[in-house]
């Protein structure tokens, strides 16, 4: 027994800290685009990109990917598109830097569907190893996975600032102040050439972020257990042009469940509020008033706020349930929203730029372990079509926040995010009440491992057992 717990708490640890070592490169990064490349908005449309082409892939490769090379080797696969964009920005242009977002989003969604099947698969397992519900250890896989992921914040932004603090001869424009916070339109703001750091700096930066997006595809590689080996083989073994269809459309057959129609606000809120904090108030409160060196800072308050809780939320929400804490973030998200919205950010008021982000953190921890958690639970016998459900829905928020960053005023954001948070609870709560009703049954040991589309040949009892044992050795 003993064995098969460390096994599977070896395996969430890899998977965790495997993706902080790739998000302390990309997490970093993205901070730091809205200012970095803001000529021409060119920063935050590559961030669209992304996103844009991270709903392309959810379409149809996260089911494909994961059924034919397994969950370790789509994760493998998935972080090598991550350390290309740091590539592209070597060069910043538009040529280089929308290929290299583009790949980059391509890889996405596989990348992030692959780590929550995963993730389900183990808590799923051990629950009936030792008789525990599957739905109380897959919160506790989160929690663990997003308090590691999370910290990432810390380590990259950290990198970014004592880097760019180097440079002495960064200033903000007393001008500029005017311009900063919710005051904030397109036309009368830009980042002036004298907050940026000299571009030998910006060069380390990167040197060091693809350094480190290596080694995070190195370690799972070697250390991370290939549980859904034998499942990956044989539907390789079974498919056909038949399965191929039906696994290009399973994302799409999802969306006939009313429960995730209803959920699709929800995800789609998590784009809107991450979006806004890593493009809006990075650039239109932070350097716009202290500096593009005080970014990742700010993002590392952030961070260790959003480790911590969501460390703490993953096991809370056992006690608690899932509606208060959701409940907890909404009301969060509103204090912050109506407090940007009146602030006048001052170089005087430091203290006051590192409250938000850590409110933020706080909140954006509810969002992203337990909206992960609802969906492994909702649709675990659709665990691969669910989760890419769950990446082109938040990334289609990411793309209309990123896209109209660059045409409409600061205030004008507020609103619509303080909107969009509005119908999220609304819908939110309806699906708790419909859960409530009518309880979602507990997936059957068997199910655990039997594949989703229909065309796979069903596996025996024995070929279910010498699975079972593969997984435990």
């Known amino acids: 027994m003993k064995k098969i717990m460390s096994r599977t708490s070896k395996n969430v640890l890899v998977v965790s800290f495997g993706f902080l070592l790739l998000f302390t490169a990309y997490g970093g990064l993205q901070s730091l685009q809205s200012?970095?490349?803001?000529?021409?908005?060119?920063?935050?449309?590559?961030?669209?990109?992304?996103y844009g082409a991270i709903i392309l892939s959810s379409m149809f490769l996260p089911p494909i990917m994961i059924k034919n090379l397994g969950c370790k080797w789509t994760i493998v696969l998935s972080m090598g598109c991550y350390v290309a964009y740091s590539f592209g920005n070597l060069a910043p242009g538009w040529p280089s830097l929308m290929t290299t977002s583009a790949i980059l989003?391509?890889?996405?969604?596989?990348?992030?569907?692959?780590?929550?099947?995963?993730?389900t698969i183990s808590g799923n397992r051990r629950g009936q190893k030792i008789n525990k519900k599957g739905q109380d250890l897959i919160n506790?896989?989160?929690?663990?996975?997003?308090?590691?992921?999370?910290s990432s914040a810390v380590w990259g932004?950290?990198?970014?600032?004592?880097?760019?603090?180097?440079?002495?001869?960064?200033?903000?424009?007393?001008?500029?102040?005017?311009?900063?916070?919710?005051?904030?339109?397109?036309?009368?703001?830009?980042?002036?050439?004298?907050?940026l750091p000299a571009r030998y700096l910006v060069n380390t930066l990167l040197g060091c972020y693809i350094g480190v997006g290596v080694l995070?595809?190195?370690?799972?590689?070697?250390?991370?257990?290939?549980?859904?080996?034998?499942?990956?083989?044989?539907?390789?073994?079974?498919?056909?042009?038949?399965?191929?269809?039906?696994?290009?459309?399973?994302?799409?057959?999802?969306?006939?469940?009313p429960r995730l129609l209803l959920l699709i606000p929800l995800t789609m809120y998590s784009g809107f509020e991450q979006s806004f904090?890593?493009?809006e108030y990075t650039k239109n409160y932070v350097t716009c008033a202290i500096g593009i060196?005080?970014?990742?800072?700010?993002?590392?308050?952030?961070?260790?706020?959003?480790?911590?809780?969501?460390f703490a939320f993953g096991r809370l929400a056992q006690y608690t349930g899932r509606i208060a804490l959701f409940c907890l973030a909404a009301v969060t998200n509103l204090g912050c929203f109506l407090g940007l919205l009146f602030w006048?950010?001052?170089?005087?008021?430091?203290?006051?730029?590192?409250?938000?982000?850590?409110?933020?953190?706080?909140?954006?921890?509810?969002?992203?372990?337990?909206?992960?958690?609802?969906?492994?639970?909702?649709?675990?016998?659709?665990?691969?079509?669910?989760?890419?459900?769950?990446?082109?829905?938040?990334?289609?928020?990411?793309?209309?926040?990123?896209?109209?960053?660059?045409?409409?005023?600061?205030?004008t954001k507020i609103y619509v995010a303080l909107a969009v948070l509005a119908l999220t609870m609304v819908t939110y709560l309806y699906v708790e009440y419909n859960e409530y009703k009518h309880p979602t049954p507990q997936v059957a040991p068997e199910d655990f491992h039997k594949p989703e589309m229909a065309d796979i040949k069903e596996i025996t009892a024995k070929d279910e057992k010498d699975i079972i044992a593969q997984t435990q050795l």
């Not at 257990?225 to 269809?245: H, V, Y």
């Open 140 to 150: 506790q896989y989160f929690g663990i996975f997003f308090f590691i992921f999370q």
């Open 277 to 279: 904090l890593s493009g």
């Open 157 to 195: 932004n950290l990198m970014s600032s004592l880097i760019f603090g180097q440079d002495t001869s960064i200033e903000v424009p007393e001008e500029n102040l005017q311009y900063c916070g919710a005051t904030s339109c397109v036309e009368n703001f830009t980042v002036a050439n004298s907050t």
């Open 216 to 257: 995070a595809i190195i370690f799972v590689a070697v250390f991370l257990d290939n549980i859904d080996r034998d499942l990956a083989r044989e539907f390789r073994k079974n498919k056909g042009n038949e399965s191929f269809c039906s696994t290009f459309l399973a994302t799409f057959k999802l969306l006939r469940d």
């Open 105 to 119: 989003g391509m890889g996405g969604s596989p990348l992030w569907s692959a780590k929550c099947t995963y993730l």
């Open 344 to 411: 006048e950010p001052h170089p005087d008021q430091l203290g006051v730029f590192f409250v938000f982000p850590a409110l933020w953190g706080m909140a954006d921890a509810v969002w992203q372990t337990q909206t992960n958690a609802l969906y492994g639970i909702l649709f675990a016998e659709h665990k691969e079509a669910a989760f890419a459900n769950y990446r082109m829905w938040e990334s289609l928020g990411f793309v209309i926040a990123f896209a109209y960053s660059t045409f409409i005023c600061l205030s």
């Open 293 to 310: 060196h005080y970014v990742g800072f700010v993002m590392i308050c952030f961070g260790a706020s959003n480790s911590l809780c969501s």
């Open 35 to 50: 200012s970095l490349n803001a000529e021409n908005g060119m920063g935050v449309i590559s961030l669209s990109v992304i």
